[in-house]
């Protein structure tokens, strides 16, 4: 029996996370187990000396969904925790997962900023959104800081995600019984 994936996409500091940690402790509270996929610690053995060109996250998502795409064959319930900033990549997941779903965890940049300024784990670099816009301002290069998803690079929203979550009004809570829902809807759980 084919797993399920199910990719939570938006900004960084949008909330994505939270709600991918939260949807796993619902889901096993009805003994559905999930592998929670992070692109943060993906990334960390991909490129452990990342520079974030177009290039190198090419390379890092088509990896991940490479590794969904196995996990789901095997039966292995998928939830995808990555920014996924270009349409490509999530359609490409869409077409080689045959059991996807992709939630759309929509949130104002000010307040995904005020977010990721305050990370707890130190999978990447804190500030990101502050160091974008100072190394716009000032013109000078940051140190490990590429080119910031919603700042130097647009966030390509979807079409048709199967949700869109708006992480701005909805607590983890809420927002991730709303996914939970969903996936009873589309018949996922």
């Known amino acids: 029996m084919r797993g399920w994936a199910i990719w939570l996409t938006g900004l960084p500091g949008s909330g994505k996370t939270a709600r991918a940690i939260e949807l796993s402790h619902l889901l096993d509270k009805i ?11 993906i990334r960390n053995i991909l490129t452990p000396e990342r520079k974030y060109t177009e290039e190198e996250r090419d390379h890092a998502y088509r990896s991940l969904i490479l590794i969904a795409k196995f996990l789901t064959e095997n039966g ?9 900033h270009r349409k490509e990549w999530r359609n490409m997941a ?6 996807f779903m992709e939630i759309y965890v929509n949130c104002p940049i000010e307040v995904s900023m005020r977010r990721e300024s305050k990370r707890k784990d130190d999978l990447v670099m804190r500030n990101l959104y502050e160091k974008a816009l100072k190394r716009l301002k000032e013109g000078k290069d940051i140190d490990g800081l590429g080119q910031m998803i919603g700042i130097d690079v647009p966030y390509e929203e979807s079409e048709n995600p199967d949700l869109v979550i708006r992480s701005d009004i909805l607590d983890v809570k809420e927002s991730s019984q709303l996914i939970f829902q969903k996936m009873k809807e589309l018949k996922k759980i």
């Open 31 to 41: 003994k559905i187990k999930v592998q929670h996929l992070r692109m943060d610690e």
């Open 76 to 84: 292995v319930n998928v939830i995808i925790d990555a920014t996924g």
């Open 94 to 99: 869409r077409e080689l997962i045959p059991n």
